[in-house]
């Protein structure tokens, strides 16, 4: 016996095939939301995490500043009691400057030179005097500049000839001049006295003979 089959299967596979695939689109929106939901929720997690590390760093940052800003300060007035200590220091060792410039002045000055006037402006000093000779003059400039730790930088402001009457027969001709020096504070006059020590150890190294 022969079976016909008069349903339209066509439709009905076609019916069935379109289910399908709108319930796989409907798998599929509903897994693209799931794993969007899913990053979504890892990224907030992260941009969460990484705004505590900035407010965290945020403030360590400003604590830091603060502290800069105190050491700062600190270190400013460390310099402003330092200043003010070597500016006690040199008041006290001021007052001592002229009889370090007149001690001075008894050491260095040559035989046949003569001080007539001594003023004295701040560490500039300002000398008057005659002498025999230029060449007087000159020693006593070189006196100044290398042999005193007290006196620095001489320089002869003025040279003039004279004639000076010993007797009504006996007139000599002496040198008028007038120089500037400066007259070195305490403070000054060590340093000065360790870079001349410090440049002259090397030479007297390098001038010992050689043990054999």
Request: zero cysteines; glycine letters at 4%; proline letters at 4%.
């Amino acid at each position: 016996m022969i079976l016909i089959n008069l349903l339209p299967h066509r439709e009905a596979a076609r019916k069935r095939r379109r289910e399908a695939f709108f319930a796989a689109l409907v798998v599929s929106a509903l897994a693209g939301v799931l794993v969007a939901g899913g990053v979504y929720v890892w990224f907030a997690a992260q941009i969460a995490d990484q705004q505590g590390r900035n407010t965290v760093l945020s403030g360590e940052i400003t604590r830091l500043e603060g502290q800069i800003k105190d050491i700062a300060t600190l270190q400013s007035e460390i310099a402003a009691l330092r200043a003010r200590q070597q500016a006690v220091e040199d008041l006290q060792a001021d007052r001592n400057m002229p009889v370090y410039l007149l001690n001075e002045l008894v050491k260095q000055l040559p035989d046949g030179v003569y001080v007539t006037s001594l003023k004295q402006e701040n560490q500039i000093v300002s000398i008057q005097g005659v002498a025999q000779s230029n060449e007087r003059v000159s020693e006593l400039l070189r006196n100044l500049g290398n042999r005193s730790p007290w006196l620095s930088r001489p320089e002869l402001v003025e040279i003039t000839a004279a004639t000076v009457a010993l007797s009504p027969r006996d007139l000599r001709r002496v040198s008028n001049f007038t120089m500037k020096v400066k007259l070195l504070r305490a403070s000054e006059a060590r340093q000065a006295a360790t870079r001349a020590s410090g440049a002259s150890a090397p030479v007297a190294r390098a001038s010992a003979p050689a043990r054999t």
